[in-house]
């Protein structure tokens, strides 16, 4: 799991370091759209990536160092009924035996929000509960990303105000668009945003499994 995503950081990585490249031979149209595509689609993997690692920890599995991590004692493991536990537990109902049934994943939570992830692990408590919790609360960066995608998703005076909470993390003067952000630097790396947020997307992800 920790290397399929590994896989998927590098070859968002290779994308934003082309993109950068062709900068001047496009046109500004093109550049925004690359770069906010790219932005969402780093966005997804992370959200996937948070998904499979609790299910799979509930489910029970190894992590990289081969050690076992026992599943949970529940007579149903699946993904589609873990998922409907956690939504429903967000959602302060309390599940019912057959709920899973009509569940779908358009009901999930948005398993890359630190703030939700930690809800459902403590929530689930899987046995390596310890161990992701320090994962995944170990940085606030990854609220930028979520923040910005949002504006790049639903462009407007809200989702751009929302950003402003951590805008002073980055090296900007005037933010019009998401791409504005995407390709402002950090100020306590020097990297470009988006650079910077894959490389902690995949810090997180290799202390989660490690």
Not at 13 to 30: F, M
Request: glycine share 2%.
């Amino acid at each position: 799991m920790y290397l399929d995503f590994e896989k998927k950081c590098e070859k968002l990585t290779n994308r934003a370091n082309k993109i950068l490249v062709n900068k001047h031979s496009i046109q500004e149209w093109e550049f925004n759209y690359l770069s906010e595509n790219l932005l969402s689609d780093l966005w997804q993997a992370w959200c996937l990536f948070c998904k499979k690692i609790l299910i799979l920890s509930c489910q029970g599995t190894k992590d990289r160092n081969n050690l076992q991590i026992p599943k949970l004692s529940s007579p149903d493991l699946s993904t589609l009924r873990l998922s409907y536990e956690v939504s429903a537990n967000k959602s302060h109902r309390n599940p019912t035996a057959n709920g899973h049934l009509s569940y779908k994943s358009a009901y999930d939570i948005t398993w890359g929000d630190t703030s939700k992830l930690i809800d459902a692990i403590n929530f689930l408590s899987p046995h390596n509960h310890n161990t992701l919790i320090t994962a995944f609360g170990s940085t606030a960066i990854i609220n930028d990303i979520q923040l910005t995608r949002n504006f790049s998703a639903h462009k407007n005076k809200d989702t751009l105000t929302n950003c402003r909470g951590f805008l002073l993390s980055y090296n900007l003067t005037n933010v019009k668009s998401p791409t504005d952000i995407i390709w402002s630097t950090h100020n306590d790396t020097g990297e470009f945003a988006i650079l910077c947020w894959i490389f902690y997307c995949q810090l997180i992800a290799d202390n989660a499994t490690s």
